[in-house]
C-alpha cells in the first residue's frame, strides 16, 4: 500500500476531504479525518468515487467531427475557429461556458483569456444555474460576494433555518454533522422551508411547506414580525448599515400581517408564528439557502430577505450566525473567486469599476480588458441560437440537459458554427454536438485548488496518470492562448504558477475580504503540501469587524418586493414542477452512474406526484406520466406518495438524453431567468400532467448496449458489468428477434422465452456457460418482478443450480420446489414436492397423496418412500 | 335374485353374549356368527387348522388393530371381517356377510363373483372389493394369458431393461390363494350363458355367476397389409409380444417401428437402448400428434435422432417384406427399410368380442352406464374393453376409479359414479420426460402461455379458458405436473396464479410468502 494522496471530493459544494490509497486491488478512497469540511466523514458519493475511475468509456483522444486526432491538429482547429471568429467579429462573437467542477486554475486561465487578451466577456459557467443569485445578494448586501458563515456556525447556532435545501441529499456530509449535533444537543432548533417534504425533514422540528416561490413574503414577514417585537440590533444597524427604513417598508407593504403571510404563502398561520417566534428567540441563527431560493426569477431579492433579516438582528460576523448560501458545486467558489463569471471580472474585482479594471490590466499586461459584462449563461445560449455566439468552448459540463428549455439550447449547439467540448466522456448529450472534443483529465488525475461553500481552499491532487491524450483544462486554454498569439503571457509550467499567479492578484484590492497575498509566495513544494484553509487567509470571521466592500463601509438592506414565480399556473398548466437531486447521482450522471452501488438508490428517473393527483388523473405507480408546461414535455414514470402537496410534482434534475429519453427535465423548464443574476427559474414550471398510452413496458439486463433504442421512453441504469434499461413503448414488436438482437450476440450462448401472448407478457434470458448473460421483460403494466434478484445473477458469476429455472420468473422458487430428488418417477414428482403438497393438502394417507398429488399411482413403487414422507411430518 | 342369496335370519341379537360367537346353519353350511361391539360377524365355523367345527366357540378380541377370534385348538387368529388367518393366510377361512335388523342378526351366503380378464382393471376391482367387502363373494378369475396378472404399463421399462419382468406382477400367487380367488390362467372364457348365468372356458371349465365383470381389455391394431402375418411382426401388448421384441434383439439387429404414439416412442426408445438400429416410421409430421403440439414434436423428434433413432415422418409402412419371415418395410415413400423386427403400434380397439358374442349391448366397447354396469344388470364391465358415454379408454389412471365405482356397486354399499375426467399423458422414456394432458391446442377464446428452455430441453404450454387452466404440455420438465393436473381437474380460477402460472406451485404468491 502507496502513503495514499489527500485531495478533495469533486461532488457537492461540502468539498470534503478524501484520502485515497492504492492497494492490491485498485484504489481505497477514505474520508480525510485531517480536512475541516469533513473530519473523516464521507456520503456515499463519495465513498463510490473509486467505481468511477474505469477508463471505459472514457474520450481519451481529440476528435474532430467523430475522427480521433493529435492535440496539434485538434487545438489548430480551435484556435482558428476562434481566431477567425474574433478577427471578423469582434470577442463578443466566441465564448467559454465552463463548469463549477473546474479547479481554480483552470478557471484563472480561461477568464484571463477571456476578459484580457480576446477582450470580452462571455465567460460564464453552470454555476450560474446554481449560487449566481446569492452571488448578486452578497454583492448588494456587503459589497462583495463573500459567504459570511463556515459549517462550524451550523455547529454552534440555537437556530438553524434551511429554505429550499435538501441537505441531506445534496450535501449529506453536513447534514450527518447537524443531525449529529442536533442529537447531541436537542435544544438546536431545526426549521425546514420546503414545499416539499425532503429526507432533510427528518431532523426538522418545524417544516414549512409553502407555496412554491413564496420565500420573500415569508422573509419579509419575518422582518415585520422581528421589529414588532423589537429584535433590531439598533446599534449595528445605525453604525454599519443602510436601507433599513425602505426594507421594513417594503416588508410592511408585502407582508405586514402573519395572517397576510400565512395567506401568501399558503401556511397554517401556527406555523408561521411558531417560525416567527423560534427565529425571534434564538440568539445565534443560521439561515442556510440553496437552490430552492436562488433558482427563481426572484432569486436575489429572496437572498436579500433572508440576508436583511441577519442584517436587522445583527446576526452575522458572530459565531453561530449569518445567512449561509451553500453551493452545490465543489469549486462554484473558486469560479467566483477567480471571477470566471460573465458578470464579474478577477479576484471580486469589479468589471464596472475602471479603477478595477486598470489594476487587473495592469498586473496580467493585457492588450485589452473586457469592459462590460458579457453573456451570462441562458443569454449565452440564446445568442448562440441566433448567431451572435458562433465559436463556443464548452468545458466539464452538459448544459444541453441542465439548461432550461434546453431543447433550445440543443438546437443553438447545432446551429453554432464551431462548437468545442472538453469533456471525459464522448456520450454526453453536449458533446454529441460537438465538432471538436477535447479529452479533457479527470479527478484523479487533476491537480489544483477547490474552494468549498465555506471558503476553505483546498488542494485535489492527481493520484493516477493522465490517460491516453487526456490533458487538464488549464493547459488546453493555454495551447489556445498559445495560439492566438498570447503564449508569453501563458507560459505557465504548473498549477502553481497559475495559482501564485492568482494569489498575487487576489491581494490588496481596497475593503475586500478575498485575500489571498498570504499564499503568493508558496514555492512549489509548500504549495503542494497545502493544507485546506480559509480565506480571507491569516484574518478573523469575515464581517467580524462589521466593515463592509461597499465604499462607505456598511452593509446594505435591501428593499424587496416580493414577486410571484413568472409563470402562474393557470387552466391549461395547473400543475407545478419542482426539480432537484437525488441522493447518489451527481448533475447529469456522467460519473456518478458509472457506479453500480449509486445507481441503486434511485435508479431512475421518476416523477413525483400526489397519491390523490395520481388517482383524479388515472395514474398507476410506475406508469410513465409526461409533464407538458408551455415549452417542452418530459416523460417519467410515476412515483405515488405525498411528499409533494397536491397540484405540485417533483421531478429529478439528473437524467440526460445519455440515460434516458425524454426525462430532461431542462426540456420543460422555460428559460425564464431573474433580472439581476440571470439564473433560470427551476423550481417552478407550470405543468399539465397526463397519464401517457403506451402498449408495452419492459425492462432488460445486458452485457452489451441497445442502440438505438425502438421505444417510446427508455431509461438505462448502469450496473457492475452489465445494464439495466428499463423501456415503454407502443406497437407490438417483434419481441422474439428484438430480445436476441438485445441479449445474444454470440451463438454459443443459449436462450429460453416465455409468453403470455394475451397478456402482452414476454420474457427472455440468455446464458452463457452456466453466466447469465441478459434478461428482457415485457409486460403490458409497469411490471413487479424485483429487478434485485435477476441483477445479482448478472453479477454472480455463475448461476446456482436451482437459478435456471425461476430465471423467468425473476425471482427464486420457494424452497422445496426447486430441487429434491424424484420419488415418484412415474408422475416425476420430486420430494421436496411431495414434502410441500403434504403439508400443503394436510395429506395423511398415501392414496390421498396418489389422489392429490399423482404420486404412486402408477408403479406404485415409490410408496413406501411416500409412507415415509408422510409417518416423518406427522 | 335366488333363495340361496336372500338374507336368512339366525337368531335375536341377545341371543349371542357379547364379544363371543353362536353356531347356525345356513344352507348347507355351518357358520360361526360372533357378536363384537355393536357389530355381528360371520365366517365358517370349520376351523381349518384343525379340521373342526369350532369356531364360533373361539374367543374373540383384537389383534394389532383389528378383530379376531382366536380359535380354540391351535390358538390361530382370524380376521372377523375378512376371515384371514393372521399367523398363516393360506389358512384363511370364509367371512359372510351379517347384520342386525329389528333385532335379529342376518347372515347371508356368498355370493360369486367372475372375473373375466386378469389385467389391472378387472384385479383393481377385486382388490377394491377386498377392501370394502371382503365377504360379499367368491372370487373366479379367467384369464387368457398364461400369465398371473400383471401391469402392462410397465412393458415399455422392461423392454428399455430398467425394470425386471417379475416386477411387473400385479400380486404374487400367494395373494390369490388367501383372498380365496381362484384363478384360471391361460384359459380364457369363450361363451357366456347370460340366462343360466354361466361362463364357459376354453378349456371346458364352466362357472355359474352371481355377478360377471368383463375386463378383457383390448386389442392391438393390426396392419392390414401384405406381409403383416409374417413372424417378425409383432405388436406391443403382452408379455408375449414383449418376449418376441427380446428375441429378436440381436447385435446389428434392425427394427422398424410403425406408429409415433406414446407406445411408439416407449418400443422405439426401448429397442434403441437394447441396441438395435431402429426407424421409427409415423403417418404424420409430428409425433404424438394427439397429444403433443408442433413445437413439442419437434422436441421430441429432436431428441430421438439424438439417441440415434432414425425418424420417417408423413410416411407409412405399405408392405412387409421378405418370404418366411419379415426382413424389412416398404413405406409410402418408396424407401425399403431393412428390418428383421418390426412392432406396430397404431392403436387400439376395445375388446368386446366375447360381450358381443353374448349379445350384450356394444359400440366401439362394451356399454357401461355410470356405476360401470352393462345392459344385463348381473354384468358390470372395466377398464379398456368398455365405452362409457362414448369414451374408450387407453390408459391405466381412469381404471382406478372405475374399479372404485364397480367395486362399491358390487358390494351394495354406497352410492358412486364414474365420472370421467381429463387424463394425463405420460411418455415414460427415461431423460425423455413429456407430460400431456388437457386442451393443448390455441383456440378462439383460449389463451397461451409458454416456457422454453432449448438447453435444458425444456418447453411448457399451459393453455387457459375462462382464466382455468385446460391444458398442460410439459416437455423436459414435468416436475410440476401433479400441480397443474390439479389445478385442471379441480377447475379453480388461476386468476390470482396467472402472472407465476407457468413457474409452478414454488412461484405462487404464497409459496414465496413461505420461502
Ligand atoms: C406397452 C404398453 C405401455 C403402456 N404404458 C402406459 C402408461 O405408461 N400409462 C398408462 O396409463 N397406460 C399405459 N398403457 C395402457 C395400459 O397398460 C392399459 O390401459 C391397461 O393395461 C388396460 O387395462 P385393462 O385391464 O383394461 O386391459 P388389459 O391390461 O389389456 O387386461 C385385459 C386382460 O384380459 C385378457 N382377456 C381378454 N379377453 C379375455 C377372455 N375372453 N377371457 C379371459 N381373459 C381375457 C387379456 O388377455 C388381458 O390380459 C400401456 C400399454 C402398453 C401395451
Ligand atoms: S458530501 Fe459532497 S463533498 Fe462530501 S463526499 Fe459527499 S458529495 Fe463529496
Redo the contacts between chains.
Keep these: 500500500m502507496s502513503a495514499g494522496v489527500r485531495t478533495t471530493c469533486p461532488y457537492c459544494g461540502v468539498g470534503c476531504g478524501v484520502r485515497v490509497e492504492h492497494d492490491d486491488d485498485g484504489v481505497r478512497i477514505l474520508g480525510d479525518p485531517a480536512h475541516p469540511a469533513n473530519l473523516g466523514r464521507l456520503c456515499s458519493k463519495g465513498a463510490a468515487l473509486g467505481e468511477t475511475l474505469a477508463l471505459e468509456g472514457r474520450l481519451l483522444a481529440p476528435r474532430i467531427a467523430g475522427r480521433e486526432t493529435g492535440w496539434d491538429e485538434a487545438l489548430e482547429r480551435v484556435a482558428r475557429a476562434f481566431g477567425e471568429s474574433i478577427a471578423r467579429h469582434g470577442p463578443e462573437s466566441v465564448a467559454f461556458y465552463l463548469s463549477g467542477q473546474l479547479l481554480t486554475e483552470d478557471y484563472y486561465v480561461a477568464n484571463k483569456l477571456m476578459k484580457g487578451f480576446i477582450g470580452g466577456a462571455n465567460i460564464d459557467t453552470n454555476s450560474r444555474l446554481c449560487m449566481a443569485s446569492a452571488v448578486v445578494a452578497h454583492q448588494r448586501a456587503f459589497g462583495e460576494d463573500v459567504v459570511p458563515v463556515r459549517y462550524q456556525d451550523l455547529l454552534e447556532a440555537d437556530l438553524v433555518v434551511l429554505v429550499g435545501s435538501n441537505l441531506a441529499w445534496c450535501h449529506p456530509v453536513l447534514y450527518r454533522r447537524l443531525a449529529e449535533e442536533k442529537a447531541r444537543r436537542p435544544g438546536l432548533a431545526v426549521v425546514v422551508i420546503d414545499p416539499r417534504r425532503t429526507a432533510t425533514c427528518e431532523i426538522a422540528d418545524l417544516h414549512l411547506a409553502l407555496a412554491p416561490g413564496s420565500d420573500a413574503w415569508l422573509f419579509n414577514g419575518l422582518l415585520c414580525d422581528l421589529e414588532r417585537r423589537g429584535a433590531a440590533d439598533r446599534r449595528f444597524l445605525e453604525e454599519h448599515t443602510v436601507g433599513v427604513a425602505a426594507a421594513l417598508a417594503a416588508a410592511r407593504a408585502s407582508a405586514a400581517e402573519p395572517a397576510e403571510v400565512a395567506r401568501r404563502c399558503a401556511l397554517p398561520m401556527e406555523s408561521v408564528q411558531r417560525f416567527f417566534a423560534t427565529f425571534a428567540a434564538a440568539e445565534r441563527v443560521v439561515t442556510l439557502f440553496s437552490q430552492g431560493v436562488n433558482q427563481s426569477t426572484s432569486g436575489v431579492d429572496k437572498g436579500s430577505a433572508i440576508i436583511n433579516c441577519h442584517l436587522y438582528t445583527g446576526r452575522l460576523g458572530k459565531p453561530g450566525c449569518g445567512p449561509f448560501s451553500i453551493t452545490g458545486q465543489p469549486n462554484a467558489m473558486g469560479g467566483r473567486e477567480v471571477g470566471g463569471l460573465a458578470t464579474a471580472l478577477a479576484a471580486h474585482r469589479r468589471l464596472e469599476e475602471p479603477e478595477d479594471r486598470a489594476a487587473v490590466q495592469a498586473f496580467w499586461g493585457s492588450p485589452r480588458i473586457a469592459s462590460r459584462p458579457g453573456l451570462k449563461a441562458v443569454d449565452l445560449f440564446e445568442a448562440v441560437h441566433d448567431g451572435r455566439v458562433k465559436a463556443l468552448w464548452i468545458a466539464g459540463t452538459n448544459p444541453v440537459v441542465s439548461l432550461p428549455d434546453a431543447d433550445r439550447a440543443r438546437a443553438a449547439l447545432r446551429r453554432c458554427e464551431f462548437v468545442v467540448v472538453a469533456d471525459c466522456f464522448p456520450d454526453t448529450d453536449t458533446a454529441a454536438l460537438a465538432q471538436v472534443l477535447l479529452p479533457a483529465a479527470a479527478w484523479g488525475e487533476k491537480s489544483g485548488t477547490v474552494t468549498n461553500s465555506e471558503r476553505c481552499l483546498s488542494r485535489q491532487r492527481a493520484f493516477l496518470p493522465l490517460p491516453g491524450a487526456a490533458r487538464p483544462d488549464w493547459w488546453m486554454f493555454c495551447e489556445l492562448a498559445r495560439r492566438l498569439g498570447f503564449d508569453a503571457h501563458f507560459a505557465y509550467a504548473d498549477v502553481h504558477q497559475i495559482f501564485a499567479e492568482h494569489a498575487r492578484l487576489a491581494h490588496g484590492a481596497p475593503g475586500r475580504v478575498l485575500d489571498l497575498g498570504a499564499l503568493a509566495d508558496l514555492d512549489a513544494a509548500a504549495y503542494d503540501a497545502l493544507e485546506p484553509l480559509h480565506w480571507p487567509v491569516g484574518a478573523g470571521a469575515p464581517f467580524a469587524d462589521a466593515r463592509y466592500a461597499h465604499r462607505d463601509g456598511r452593509a446594505r438592506l435591501v428593499p424587496v418586493e416580493p414577486r410571484a414565480p413568472a409563470c402562474a399556473p393557470d387552466a391549461q398548466f395547473p400543475w407545478v414542477l419542482n426539480t432537484g437531486r437525488v441522493r447518489d447521482q451527481w448533475h447529469t450522471m456522467t460519473r456518478t452512474a458509472r457506479s453500480a452501488r449509486l445507481n441503486r438508490h434511485s435508479p431512475l428517473p421518476y416523477l413525483d406526484v400526489h397519491v390523490d393527483d395520481a388517482a383524479e388523473l388515472g395514474i398507476a405507480a410506475g406508469e410513465l406520466v409526461s409533464v407538458r408546461s408551455r415549452i417542452g414535455v418530459l416523460v417519467a414514470p410515476a412515483r405515488l406518495g405525498t411528499d409533494s402537496a397536491r397540484g405540485q410534482v417533483f421531478a429529478p434534475m439528473h437524467w440526460s438524453d445519455a440515460f434516458a429519453s425524454g426525462a430532461r427535465v431542462g426540456a420543460a423548464i422555460p428559460a425564464a431567468v431573474d433580472p439581476l443574476s440571470g439564473e433560470p427559474e427551476f423550481k417552478h414550471a407550470p405543468v399539465r400532467l397526463e397519464r401517457t398510452a403506451v402498449d408495452w413496458y419492459a425492462f432488460a439486463l445486458l452485457r452489451g448496449r441497445i442502440e438505438p433504442v425502438p421505444a417510446f421512453w427508455w431509461a438505462r441504469v448502469p450496473a457492475q458489468g452489465f445494464s439495466r434499461y428499463e423501456l415503454a413503448g407502443t406497437g407490438r414488436p417483434e419481441w422474439s428477434s428484438l430480445a436476441r438482437q438485445w441479449l445474444a450476440p454470440s451463438a454459443e450462448q443459449?436462450?429460453?422465452?416465455?409468453?403470455?401472448?394475451?397478456?402482452g407478457?414476454y420474457r427472455a434470458a440468455a446464458?452463457s456457460e452456466d453466466r447469465l448473460e441478459g434478461v428482457l421483460f415485457v409486460a403490458c403494466t409497469p411490471q413487479?418482478p424485483s429487478r434485485g434478484w435477476l441483477e445479482e445473477r448478472m453479477t454472480d458469476g455463475r448461476l446456482a443450480p436451482g437459478d435456471?429455472?425461476?430465471l423467468?420468473?425473476g425471482?427464486?422458487?420457494?424452497?422445496?420446489?426447486?430441487e429434491g430428488p424424484?420419488v415418484c418417477?412415474?408422475?416425476?414428482?420430486?420430494r421436496d414436492?411431495l414434502k410441500?403438497?403434504i403439508a400443503?393438502y394436510g395429506l395423511v394417507t398415501a392414496r390421498q397423496v396418489g389422489a392429490?398429488?399423482?404420486?404412486g399411482?402408477?408403479?406404485g413403487?415409490c410408496l413406501p418412500e411416500i409412507q415415509a414422507l408422510l409417518d416423518g411430518q406427522s | 335374485m335366488s333363495d340361496r342369496h336372500a338374507w336368512q335370519r339366525v337368531c335375536r341379537w341377545q341371543d349371542i353374549l357379547p364379544e363371543s360367537g353362536v353356531c347356525a346353519r345356513v344352507g348347507e353350511r355351518q357358520i360361526a356368527v360372533f357378536r363384537a361391539g355393536e357389530h355381528v360377524f360371520a365366517l365358517d365355523n370349520l376351523d381349518p387348522c384343525s379340521g373342526a367345527n369350532v369356531l364360533a366357540r373361539g374367543i374373540v378380541g383384537e389383534l394389532r388393530g383389528e378383530l379376531v377370534v382366536a380359535s380354540p385348538i391351535y390358538k390361530q387368529h382370524f380376521s372377523l371381517r375378512s376371515g384371514r388367518c393372521l399367523e398363516s393366510p393360506r389358512h384363511s377361512v370364509r367371512a359372510y356377510p351379517a347384520r342386525v335388523l329389528d333385532g335379529s342378526v342376518w347372515v347371508r351366503a356368498r355370493r360369486r363373483l367372475v372375473v373375466v380378464g386378469n389385467g389391472i382393471a378387472g384385479l383393481r376391482v377385486v382388490e377394491e372389493l377386498l377392501a370394502i367387502a371382503p365377504q360379499a363373494y367368491d372370487v373366479v378369475v379367467f384369464g387368457a394369458e398364461p400369465h398371473w396378472g400383471y401391469d402392462r404399463s410397465l412393458l415399455s421399462p422392461v423392454l428399455a431393461g430398467e425394470t425386471e419382468a417379475e416386477a411387473i406382477e400385479l400380486h404374487p400367487r400367494s395373494w390369490y390363494v388367501e383372498h380365496g380367488i381362484t384363478l384360471h390362467a391361460g384359459d380364457p372364457v369363450v361363451a357366456i350363458d347370460r340366462g343360466r348365468r354361466t361362463v364357459r372356458s376354453a378349456n371346458g371349465v364352466t362357472v355359474g355367476y352371481d355377478r360377471l365383470l368383463l375386463a378383457t381389455g383390448s386389442h392391438p391394431v393390426r396392419l392390414d397389409i401384405p406381409g403383416a402375418q409374417l413372424p417378425g411382426v409383432v405388436s406391443f401388448r403382452n408379455l408375449g409380444d414383449l418376449g418376441a421384441m427380446l428375441d429378436a434383439i440381436r447385435p446389428q439387429g434392425r427394427a422398424v417401428v410403425v406408429g409415433g404414439g406414446v407406445l411408439g416412442v416407449e418400443a422405439a426408445a426401448g429397442l434403441r437402448l437394447r441396441g438395435m438400429s431402429v426407424t421409427l416410421v409415423h403417418r404424420h409430421a409430428q409425433l404424438m400428434d394427439r397429444h403433443l403440439d408442433e413445437e413439442a414434436g419437434r422436441l421430441l423428434a429432436a431428441s430421438l435422432r439424438a439417441r440415434g433413432i432414425d425418424l420417417r415422418l408423413e410416411a407409412t409402412v405399405d408392405a412387409v417384406l421378405g418370404a418366411t419371415a419379415a426382413c424389412g418395410v416398404r413405406t409410402s415413400q418408396d424407401e425399403s427399410l431393412a428390418a428383421e423386427l418390426v412392432v406396430t403400434a397404431i392403436g387400439i380397439r376395445p375388446n368386446a368380442d366375447l360381450a358381443r358374442s353374448a349379445g350384450l349391448r356394444c359400440e366401439r366397447g362394451i356399454l357401461v352406464d355410470d356405476t360401470m354396469q352393462s345392459f344385463d344388470p348381473a354384468i358390470y364391465a372395466v377398464g379398456e374393453c368398455i365405452q362409457h358415454r362414448n369414451t374408450t379408454f387407453g390408459m391405466v389412471a381412469p381404471l382406478w376409479e372405475q374399479g372404485r365405482v364397480c367395486a362399491v356397486h358390487l358390494a351394495e354399499v354406497g352410492v358412486s359414479r364414474y365420472v370421467e375426467r381429463v387424463r394425463p399423458v405420460q411418455l415414460k422414456v427415461s431423460g425423455l420426460e413429456v407430460f400431456s394432458v388437457g386442451r393443448i391446442a390455441a383456440a378462439q377464446g383460449r389463451e397461451v402461455l409458454t416456457l422454453r428452455d432449448a438447453r435444458r430441453g425444456v418447453y411448457k404450454r399451459l393453455v387457459l379458458e375462462q382464466d382455468r387452466l385446460v391444458g398442460a404440455l410439459l416437455v423436459g420438465d414435468v416436475q410440476d405436473a401433479p400441480w397443474y393436473l390439479d389445478l385442471l381437474q379441480v377447475g379453480r380460477p388461476v386468476t390470482d396464479l396467472r402472472s407465476t402460472l407457468i413457474f409452478g406451485p414454488g412461484a405462487t404468491p404464497a409459496a414465496a410468502g413461505a420461502r
Design positions: 443459449d436462450w429460453m422465452e416465455y409468453r403470455d401472448e394475451s397478456r407478457i446464458v413487479s435456471r429455472r425461476c423467468l420468473n425471482a427464486p422458487l420457494a424452497q422445496g420446489f426447486e424424484i418417477s412415474c408422475f416425476g414428482v420430486g414436492a410441500v403438497g400443503a392429490r398429488l399423482r404420486a399411482t402408477n408403479c413403487s
